[in-house]
């Protein structure tokens, strides 16, 4: 008995639920743990208790809801019946508070179906959530390959005993690492050895790049390293991690040092030309200023390029832009390797020479650059010719500072292009006041329409045929402080303001008022500015000046100067065509002085070729000369276009053009510009004049 209560005791102290059924499913034994699983009371069963009483109890007591007492004894059952080999099966089943609860029974013939019953309902919950977290990290490990793979980095990872944990393909693919050596566990040593066998190493043995890398690492520092490797530029970072590892990224950053390197570049170049812009200039200039303090010399050339602006704005940007780029490749043929040259902005280049032996040396290059320039440039099929205008400031004469010598450079380009252009000036003291008596003239200008201080003279024109007065030409005048100011001293100051615009339209007026008094068979010639025709209002405003002052269009005469056709711009031809169609005629002033006089009369039918005076005044002295103007004269009647004859001064002059057939001639030997009451009683008594010149 003693034997069957420690049984007892036993059984109750399992830390499981236990019963025995019957073969004839009779309730044999149970334990506390198995009454407690089901919430069966004390005195609740009993011994030989048939099964279908027990599950009807443990029904009422809310276990095994999930089936009906009758199907779950049956199912219940069926499976004991069903495992009468001995062997354990088990099952599971809910019972009341949703836990679970999982059986196994074993059969024996002498005692029946021993049934354990255990609550396993944490053990699920536990492992379920190890089955989740197992879940979790793979997805965060193929989302960290993922990263890893897909960063444009290469990334590697050692651990503290230098074996590689992970890299990724960029990794590899920057150092050319072999398949062998990107497998987790590879020594640091032979990943060493493969970087310096790629030539990471620009100089030492094999032993020594390791062990210097070896040293790096150990010193623990963070860190920015780049370096070059057959031609590329890697940057890596070297970070520590705590555990004694660390981690190293390698960024390939050849292009992004190239765009870096190209921003500088453009920050400092001019993007039509490549050359140094005015800062790169001003910079390095700075640097020369040293060497002038100890008295080395160094000259700046300051470069404006004739009639740009003309080309530009007839031929368009695209051709401006060719010019530029034709002309300082011819400007770079001038320099030296010493020597500096900028594009300063728009048409205006600088050349630092440095060193030079003397002014001299200078004044050459002005010179080869001035011819340089001057050569025709082909562009777009069409010849254009243009000029340049050199300043010359050589230090430390004429200044130490970059300040100085620009500006003093600038002066003397200034006083270069009022000298004609196309040529060189060296700075000299004193220009900064012609520079101010510009700018008194500027400012002089844009009163003189309203204080009433133009005014127009009046030079007549020979016609050698009718040897009377055929035409009258006027040329305008500036009463200014006490002065008669020339019209080539201001003319050029009023086309860079703009001024040109209501002062040419007075002209024109004031020039039809006068000759609205004129016999009716005497033209009047008007100079127009190139400017003028950018107004698209010319045309009307001559319309107008005409009405106005009751003057038959026949009568006018327009005289314009090559420049204006050195592109057939098509508002400035329609113009023109525009103003021959009302029967006023269009003049080609100052002919054979410009660009490429000859083709430009191909461009628009003029009615008159004026042969500028340069030719007179070489005449007796050049044998080109004479041929020049009988060409033209020639030319013009083949043409039928009439020919002037400017500045005859001599009877030796009259004589030639007239054998050469000129049609009319202008100039002092005939009569110098008058005043309108001057004029007027010259052409009063014009037939007796006119025969003493003429005879
Ligand atoms: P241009 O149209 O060629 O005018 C002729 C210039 O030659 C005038 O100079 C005249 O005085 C000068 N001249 C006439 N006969 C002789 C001579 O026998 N020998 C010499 N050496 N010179 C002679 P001016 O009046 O000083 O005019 C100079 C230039 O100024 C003109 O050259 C013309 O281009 C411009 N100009 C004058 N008036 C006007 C105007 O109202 N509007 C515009 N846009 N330009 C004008
Ligand atoms: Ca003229
Ligand atoms: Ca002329």
Redesign the pocket.
Known sequence: MAGALLLDAALENIPYGFCVWSPQFRLVMWNKHYRDLYGFDAGAIQRGMTLEELIDLSSSLGNHTDTTPADFYESYTADLLANRSGARCKNREVVRGGRTVETAHVYSEALGWVVTHEDITEEIARSEVVQRRKLELERQNIRLDAAVNNISQGLCMMDARGRLVICNEPYARIYNLPERMIKPGTQLEDILGHLFDVGMSASGTREEYITWRREVIARREYGKTVHELNGRTIMMQHHPMKDGGWVSTHEDITEQRQNEARIRHLARHDALTDLPNRIEFLEQMGKTEAALGRGEMAAVLYIDLDHFKAVNDTLGHAVGDEVIKQASARLWGTTRETDLLARLGGDEFALLMRPVESAADAARVADRIIKAIGAPMMIGGQQIEIGASVGIAVGPGDGVKTDTLVKNADLALYKAKSEGRSTYHFFEAGMDANLQQRRAIEAGLRLALQRNELR??F?PLLGLAENRISCV?????WEHEGRTI???EF?PI??ETGL?VP??EW?LRE?LKTASSWPADVRIA????PV?FKNRDLVTMVRSALTDARVSPTRLEL?I?ESLLLADSETTLKALHDLRGMGVRISM??FGTGYSSLSYLRSFPFDKI?I??SF??DLTSRDDSQAIIKAVIGLGQSLGMSTTA????TDEQLAMVRAHGVSEV????FS??LASTQLANLLRSRNGKARKVAS
């Open positions: 127009l003279v030079q030409e006027a040329l305008l005048r020339s019209p080539t003319i009023a086309e040109i002062i040419g002209v020039a008007v100079n127009l500015s003028q005289e100067t002033d100052d004026k500028d005076r007179m005044a400017e500045g005859v001064e202008q100039g002092f030997l110098p510009p």
